[in-house]
């Protein structure tokens, strides 16, 4: 039976001090948020069962090749469960990954892997958006300077955290184990072992029944970390009090592929820039494509699965119908600019499967003190936001958090619950320790603080980023097209560059550039927008009652100044600059941005903000 190969172990943190509290527990799903959960709890001296349906995809794909992985959304997908293929050898549906700060944060805090660790990253400084008619793309920042996605491939990460588990003590890894049942109350999974193909004969990640004689393993803890379709939440379903549903959007997907070479030439030309994630917004679908460490482009295709009822469109099902020359005139009419760069494009097509784009929303995201759900198992969520794989690292982060702020006094070994509440009370009418009148082991006790606090914490940020993710379509496939939504952009990247630090921050930059709960940084924004218009409507009766000067003097009051060589340059006086944006401010700002000198150059360190807002300003207003 395929067990853990060791090799390429990254170095991991300075071991975690002693537990008073650890005990045994089988995580089901060796993908990214799988693996990270069996090293968060291996390092505080638990003994992990790591069990896997595919592969080794280590042994499989040993040369990591990741160069044809789907594409993703805003900053890619997502899911957590599962490595997945790729187009061009193993045939899967994985969507290129695209880390932002919770990602990295969560791989950094619980596994200490930087980015030289993750085997290949190409930044993302922000969107690159292809007109209809084609030509040099637009580009549209993400954020402040130093604020960019990574782009990784999936196999290529979950290879990376495979072997961090492998590294880990007391973490077992068990490949080609179908599980076939779930015990929520034991709590306990059965599988049957399976024969690794190691690819030889498919090229896939496959396991084949080997006579199967099934094993029945039992744990303190079950984690589900199996993905969209996870048989460990299948099994939480069947409880009472726990909430699930499944929607599905009508956009399908598919993979396709730019070679390097192809990838190359058009970069020396300006219509294909690396760093940047590439979007052909059409309205009702779109293009994008991904960077690959190997110069390559990962590139999907978002369209409607089947004709929508008005018939308005082109779906999946019609291009299909109509052949090779259907899809060659469709790219020839939407993608002009694209089409020169897929030499492979019908092959792609016939070879790679047309996936759908599923949202799980479950409620909680564990059952008593035994089972817990991380990843596309608790919240699985459409690619467009570019969060789903940062999500479910965070819910590692947050779930080992919790354990350490819960081990740091040793529970009480006699502390009664009911197992039967699913939601971790009891049915005495307590928090799930004081109703049961009978005694639990310290680990059980532990569990029971924990896993409510996780649930709790967790299942409001699944709910809202599943939202975010479904409305941000719109922005992508249609909104990015517009040249009013541009400039709005534009006009908000530029006020949280001119006004001090924190006291403004767009919704996107919140999501992707920070550590703030999803949750919180909806409510965040929401105020933050309010301020900002006030701002501006303060600012336009100003103008309409004092004039301009009337401005800078209000401006003046409010922010403090502060020098710089050349004269004084305040936070007003920067902020009513960038708002203006026009006339010889503007180019005063613009030439400084590009080495002409401006106010004195670069300035003091504790003006480099400044600097960064001038050197960010001619990619705003391209």
Request: proline share 7%; glycine share 14%.
């Amino acid at each position: 039976m395929p067990t853990s190969t060791a090799g390429g172990v990254p170095p991991l943190p300075p071991p975690l001090p002693p537990f008073s509290v650890a005990g045994s527990a089988i995580v089901v799903g060796a993908g990214l948020a799988g693996c990270l959960t069996a090293v968060a709890l291996g390092r505080r001296g638990w003994a992990v069962t790591l069990l896997e349906y595919r592969d080794d995809p280590r042994a499989v794909h040993p040369a990591g090749d990741d160069s044809g992985e789907g594409g993703g959304g805003d900053g890619g997908h997502s899911g957590s469960g599962g490595g997945g293929g790729r187009g061009r050898g193993p045939v899967g549906r994985s969507i290129n990954l695209a880390l932002s700060t919770r990602g990295l944060t969560a791989l950094a805090a619980v596994a200490g892997l930087g980015e030289a660790d993750l085997g290949g990253v190409v930044l993302m400084h922000g969107r690159a958006l292809h007109p209809r008619s084609g030509g040099v793309p637009k580009l549209q920042a993400y954020g402040q300077p130093g604020e960019a996605l990574r782009s990784v491939g999936r196999a290529t990460l979950n290879k990376v955290l495979l072997d961090a588990a492998a590294g880990t003590a007391g973490v077992t890894t068990v490949f080609c184990a179908k599980v076939v049942a779930v015990d929520v109350d034991t709590p306990s999974v059965t599988y049957v072992p399976q024969q690794g193909l190691r690819g030889a004969q498919t090229g896939k990640e496959e396991c084949a029944a080997n006579a199967p004689v099934p094993n029945t393993l039992t744990a303190d803890l079950v984690v589900g970390a199996d993905g969209s379709f996870s048989k460990v939440r299948s099994a939480l379903a069947r409880r009472p009090w726990f909430d699930y549903a499944q929607s599905y959007v009508p956009a399908a997907y598919k993979e396709l592929h730019i070679p390097a070479a192809v990838a190359t030439a058009a970069a020396a030309d300006g219509t294909l820039p690396r760093e940047f994630l590439h979007i052909w917004p059409r309205g009702r679908y779109m293009l994008i494509a991904l960077p690959n460490a190997d110069g390559s482009f990962t590139v999907t295709l978002f369209l409607d699965a089947i004709a929508t009822a008005d018939g308005g469109g082109p779906s999946f099902a019609s291009l299909d119908a109509g052949g090779p020359a259907a899809v060659t005139t469709f790219f020839r009419a939407e993608f002009p600019d694209a089409l020169p760069l897929l030499p492979d494009l019908v092959a792609d097509w016939a070879a790679n499967p047309t996936a759908a784009l599923p949202t799980v929303r479950c409620a909680p995201y564990h059952y008593a003190s035994s089972v817990v759900l991380v990843g596309d198992a608790a919240h699985a969520i459409v690619p467009f936001y570019g969060q789903g794989c940062n999500a479910a690292l965070e819910d590692v982060r947050v779930l080992a958090n919790l354990l350490d702020d819960a081990a740091v006094a040793t529970p009480s070994a006699t502390a009664p619950s009911d197992p039967a509440a699913a939601d971790g009370t009891s049915a005495g009418g307590g928090d799930g320790i004081d109703g049961g009148g009978y005694s639990i082991s310290p680990v059980s006790a532990l569990l029971a603080t924990v896993l409510p606090a996780y649930s709790a914490a967790r299942v409001p940020s699944g709910h809202t980023i599943a939202d975010l993710a479904l409305g941000h379509y719109d922005e992508m496939a249609a909104k990015t097209a517009s040249p009013a939504f541009l400039a709005l952009r534009r006009v908000r990247l530029a006020v949280q560059a001119a006004l001090p630090r924190g006291l403004y921050t767009p919704l996107y930059s919140l999501i992707s550039f920070s550590n703030v709960p999803y949750a919180d940084a909806v409510a965040r924004a929401a105020r933050d927008d309010a301020v900002a218009s006030a701002v501006a409507a303060v600012l336009g009766g100003v103008v309409a009652v004092a004039g301009s000067q009337g401005v800078m003097r209000l401006l003046r009051a409010v922010f403090p100044l502060r020098r710089r060589r050349g004269g004084p340059l305040g936070w007003g006086w920067r902020l009513w600059r960038v708002l203006r944006g026009t006339g010889g401010a503007r180019t005063q700002l613009l030439g400084a941005a590009e080495g002409n000198g401006g106010e004195g150059g670069r300035g003091t360190t504790t003006n480099r903000r400044g600097w960064h807002v001038r050197r960010l300003l001619p990619r705003l207003w391209r």
